[in-house]
């Protein structure tokens, strides 16, 4: 496809469980983030990953969060545990490379941990 | 430590007129500045963006206007129109980091 695209668009998950988001960027695009959106908040960031250059995590809430990429594709974020705080709205974005400014985000993963 | 923030959570604005939407920051650090629009159950979408070495820029009706002394940015939409109904982002960012760190957001809607 020619944008981000972001599986699950939604997913229920009780406390407790581990949940798994993924996220495909732009073909090319070797930056990719994560953010979040809680409930009447702004964009959260979460991580950052460019190229083979170690990920920018500093976003992170806690050890229970984790992402991943496989070179410049797919990446995974993955919540262990979750809790109820964890609901957002989980935002993904590609860029061209580093320093390109704008970002082209996915529709996003809505999480509702119950 | 929240830093960029949009103090008005919504505006309502007549079509026709103008919308003033504002964004602070307080890290000086920032060098480039970004506004995101963003529909229901859509991902943002970029809008324009201005580096910190021009005080405007301009495209179409959006104009966004930096004030680096004041560490203040504003978004001008004229004339409005009901489909610039949205919620808008400021973010700002670093070129040498490649980070964006987004505002809460400010509810526009105009009617007609």
């Known amino acids: 496809g020619a944008g981000v695209s972001q599986s699950p668009s939604n997913k229920v998950t009780e406390k407790g469980k581990d949940v798994e988001l993924r996220c495909d960027p732009i073909?090319?695009?070797?930056?990719l983030y994560w953010y979040r959106q809680r409930l009447g908040q702004g964009l959260e960031f979460l991580i950052y990953?460019?190229?083979?250059?170690?990920?920018?995590k500093s976003g992170l809430p806690s050890d229970r969060f984790s992402a991943e990429r496989t070179g410049e594709s797919v990446s995974t974020l993955t919540i262990q545990r979750t809790q109820q705080e964890d609901s957002a709205v989980y935002l993904c974005?590609?860029?061209?490379?580093?320093?390109?400014?704008?970002?082209?985000f996915g529709e996003g993963s809505r999480l509702t941990v119950l | 430590d929240q830093q960029v923030k949009q103090n008005s959570p919504s505006l309502s604005v007549q079509e026709g007129r103008i919308s003033i939407l504002n964004c602070d920051y307080t890290n000086s650090m920032f060098d480039y500045f970004l506004w995101y629009k963003k529909y229901p159950a859509e991902g943002p979408t970029f809008l324009i963006s201005?580096?910190?070495?021009?005080d405007k820029n301009e495209d179409g009706r959006f104009t966004v206007f930096l004030n680096k002394s004041a560490k203040h940015l504003s978004l001008h939409i004229v004339p409005s129109q009901p489909g610039d109904s949205a919620v808008y982002f400021c973010a700002a960012g670093r070129v040498d980091t490649d980070k964006l760190i987004f505002g809460t957001g400010t509810r526009l809607q105009v009617f007609p």
């Open positions: 974005a590609s860029s061209p490379g580093p320093l390109a400014g704008e970002l082209f």
């Open positions: 990953f460019q190229g083979n250059s170690a990920p920018d």
């Open positions: 201005i580096s910190s070495i021009k």
């Open positions: 073909s090319g695009h070797t930056a």
